[in-house]
């Protein structure tokens, strides 16, 4: 379930359904639960490999010991309650703000992350580049300053 949220930046509720038919040539594509755009994800090998090595459902990657996906809400009480065992100290959405801000510091144009992670207010994107530009405007200036 955390390497889900972590690794694909999807929101709860796309989290909840995310699965193997949702993968063609190591990129996950599905339409958005909330906002109906498109989203497509590099399957990072980290990924990968742990959903090779794990129990998954036959159409949702998360699924309850019995081998069916959770409905969103249920997805959720299920990861508040691991947070609350001292497992986690973030939110799924804490997680997905993460992802956003991990791709923006290893390069990702607002355009991408617009892309990856579903967003129709550019506006919104731009609060991850602009953090990640800064930071490497510093690293620059320290070169010469």
Not at 10 to 36: C, F, P, W
Not at 40 to 57: A, Q, Y
Not at 91 to 120: C, D, P, Q, W, Y
Request: net charge positive; glycine share 8%; aromatic share 6%.
């Amino acid at each position: 379930m955390l390497d889900v949220y972590l690794y694909t930046g999807l929101r709860r509720g796309d989290a909840a359904r995310v699965g193997k038919q949702h993968v063609r040539n190591g990129v996950i594509s599905l339409q958005t639960e909330k906002t109906k755009e498109w989203v497509h994800v590099p399957l990072l090998d980290v990924l990968k490999r742990m959903l090779d090595g794990s129990p998954t459902g036959d159409l949702a990657f998360i699924c309850s010991s019995q081998g069916r996906p959770y409905v969103k809400e249920a997805l959720g009480t299920v990861f508040k309650k691991a947070c609350a065992a001292g497992i986690l100290k973030k939110s799924a959405h804490g997680l997905r703000k993460a992802a956003a801000t991990r791709a923006a510091e290893n390069g990702a144009t607002t355009h991408e992350l617009m892309a990856i992670f579903g967003r129709v207010d550019i506006k919104e994107a731009e609060i991850y580049t602009r953090a990640a530009n800064r930071k490497r405007l510093l690293a620059r200036c320290e070169a010469w300053c």
